[in-house]
């Protein structure tokens, strides 16, 4: 029962500037490895002068460390932090989805702004209640209460050659309005696509999605990724 949930024990609290920037290294740092200055900028909308000297602080407080013209890593109390984080977020946008209604472009952009005030004790109760899930909304793993973490890696759909098939498994939930097209093409995680044809000079895909052919752009597509069949996972 949710009422007997073991309280978390608590965690070093950090202002929301700080949690977003580690979540946002966090998520660069596993797709690229190590996070140029200027990528994390781009990411979080701010100057280039800014983010150095955020920068600076996070490894002075122990959260990052920061090799010039190599980049940034976190360390394992900024991992620690980060993964907290964006626990948070994505059970928030699950509970928000199941139990209040929210579309899956809309619950983002809200587990944003509350993702920084629940606290830990909070969080383990809607885990609790959604069942303990792994995977959120969009399909991206949940981290655990520990910073377990599911590693996953799946190529995009625009990665993917004529007449390959797989199921989509997660879906970038960056772009709350092209997150809307892609339902409206039916793209969400565990749905069944082939590639049916590419036109030429980077043009949209022709794509089977449950029995109907749709048109997807290649930036719309580099937006969700997917798990081949086994036979061409080889």
């Not at 949930?5 to 966090?26: F, G, M, N, W």
């Not at 490895?33 to 100057?47: F, I, P």
Request: proline letters at 7%.
């Amino acid at each position: 029962m949710v009422s007997e949930i073991e309280r978390p024990a608590p965690e070093q609290s950090h202002t929301r500037a700080v949690e977003d920037y580690l979540k946002a290294i966090c998520v660069l740092q596993r797709e690229t490895g190590s996070v140029q200055t200027s990528a994390l900028a781009q990411r979080l909308s701010r100057t280039p002068a800014s983010v150095t000297n955020m920068v600076k602080s996070l490894a002075e407080q122990g959260l990052v460390e920061h090799v010039p013209y190599y980049g940034v890593r976190l360390t394992l109390a900024g991992e620690r932090a980060a993964l907290r984080v964006i626990r948070r977020h994505r059970l928030i946008e699950l509970y928000l989805i199941r139990h209040l209604g929210y579309s899956w472009d809309r619950v983002h952009a809200e587990a944003e702004r509350l993702e920084h005030a629940a606290s830990d004790e909070l969080v383990e109760r809607i885990s609790a209640v959604l069942g303990h899930p792994e995977i959120d909304p969009h399909g991206s793993p949940i981290p655990g209460p520990e910073g377990e973490w599911q590693e996953r890696t799946y190529p995009a759909l625009s990665e993917l050659m004529p007449g390959q098939t797989g199921v989509v498994r997660e879906v970038s939930d960056a772009d709350p309005e092209r997150l809307r097209y892609l339902a409206d093409l039916g793209l969400y995680p565990s749905t069944p696509v082939t590639v049916l044809g590419r036109a030429p000079f980077e043009g949209p895909l022709r794509v089977l999605v449950r029995g109907e052919e749709k048109l997807v752009g290649s930036a719309l597509a580099a937006m969700v990724r997917v798990e081949l069949t086994h036979e061409q996972a080889r």
